[in-house]
């Protein structure tokens, strides 16, 4: 039902969790209006079919609309989170699944998907527009709720998309809720190591190179990169200088060079971005003074 504007492509933005202040679900949900709500707010039926007409209001599901302006100023990400969120209001007992539970959970997609997956019940095979349903062998029936949603339980979760993505994404999503504390290292380990399915490599090759050390995607993305080119490096390695001590987020034994992933939410969490640039500048120069080489990497260089 939606208009072809509301997909804006992915490469118009940076990635959300690294650049851009992601919005609640709770936000996204205050922008939906059901088309109850807006009759016994005085729409008339007319004005909502005019205003569809006209674009400045999408219909996510049937009876289920958002504001023009507000849908074309959303991410990627935060449209296909308001498409899981209206569906649910359509479907209050869907048990949502792989990219999408990962998304209720708040872990990092770093590519956003245009359709809900959901678990599908018994042996109904019927499409739904924009929905993709699973049918695995083995359904799991523990679940959680997220705001009232049900949704695959954490380890479900990381398992689905382990086997369905690549390897890339399902590594970055696994750092996440190992770095949240969201499931242990050993346990995660053993369900990834343990799986005889589909994409059994991918998924075996996840829990070999998953770690919860990392504290974004963008590092994460670095790992991956220096474990590819099969240079031996230290991740998050403490160094003493004449002042204080710092904390890198690798560290290359060989060439005595750092890397660090430069994400700009560094310099929006930790006060105001002069004072935060000084900082980084005094952190680098200490460092270098140790004879270390310092190589900072940025989204677009690792994506």
């Given at each position: 039902n939606l208009s072809p504007d509301f997909w804006i492509p992915v490469?118009?933005?940076?990635?959300?969790?690294?650049?851009?202040?992601?919005?609640?679900?709770?936000?996204?949900?205050?922008?939906?209006?059901?088309?109850?709500?807006?009759?016994?707010a005085g729409v008339s039926a007319y004005t909502i079919r005019r205003r569809l007409a006209e674009g400045s209001l999408f219909e996510l599901r049937r009876g289920i609309y958002v504001e023009g302006k507000i849908a074309r100023e959303l991410t990627p990400w935060e449209r296909a989170d308001l498409c899981i969120l209206a569906y649910s209001l359509r479907n209050p007992d869907a048990l949502f699944s792989h990219q999408s539970a990962a998304s209720l959970y708040r872990l990092p997609?770093?590519?956003?998907?245009s359709q809900v997956h959901v678990y599908g019940r018994g042996k109904s095979r019927g499409k739904v527009l924009g929905v993709q349903k699973h049918f695995p062998r083995e359904r799991s029936s523990a679940h959680s709720l997220v705001l009232g949603r049900r949704v695959t339980d954490i380890e479900t979760t990381l398992l689905d998309c382990a086997s369905t993505l690549p390897k890339t994404d399902a590594?970055?999503?696994?750092?996440?809720?190992?770095?949240?504390?969201?499931?242990?290292?050993?346990?995660?380990?053993?369900?990834?190591?343990?799986?005889?399915?589909?994409?059994?490599?991918i998924v075996h090759a996840v829990g070999r190179e998953m770690s919860a050390l990392s504290e974004s995607p963008g590092e994460s993305l670095v790992r991956l990169l220096l474990q590819r080119m099969g240079i031996e490096f230290e991740e998050q390695r403490w160094f003493e200088t004449a002042t204080r001590?710092?904390?890198?987020?690798?560290?290359?034994?060989?060439?005595d060079?750092?890397?660090?992933?430069?994400?700009?939410?560094?310099?929006?969490?930790?006060?105001?971005?002069?004072?935060?640039?000084?900082?980084?500048?005094?952190?680098?120069?200490?460092?270098?003074?140790?004879?270390?080489?310092?190589?900072?990497?940025?989204?677009?260089?690792?994506?």
């Open positions: 490469h118009a933005y940076s990635f959300p969790c690294t650049m851009i202040p992601m919005r609640t679900l709770q936000e996204l949900l205050q922008v939906i209006y059901t088309r109850s709500r807006l009759l016994d997609l770093i590519r956003p998907v590594v970055v999503l696994a750092d996440a809720a190992l770095h949240g504390q969201m499931i242990s290292y050993e346990t995660l380990q053993e369900c990834f190591l343990a799986y005889r399915g589909r994409n059994s490599s001590r710092y904390r890198v987020d690798f560290y290359l034994p060989q060439y060079i750092v890397v660090e992933f430069d994400g700009a939410v560094k310099y929006q969490n930790f006060g105001s971005p002069d004072s935060v640039v000084m900082e980084e500048r005094i952190r680098e120069t200490e460092l270098q003074n140790l004879g270390l080489l310092v190589y900072r990497v940025r989204w677009n260089e690792v994506f």
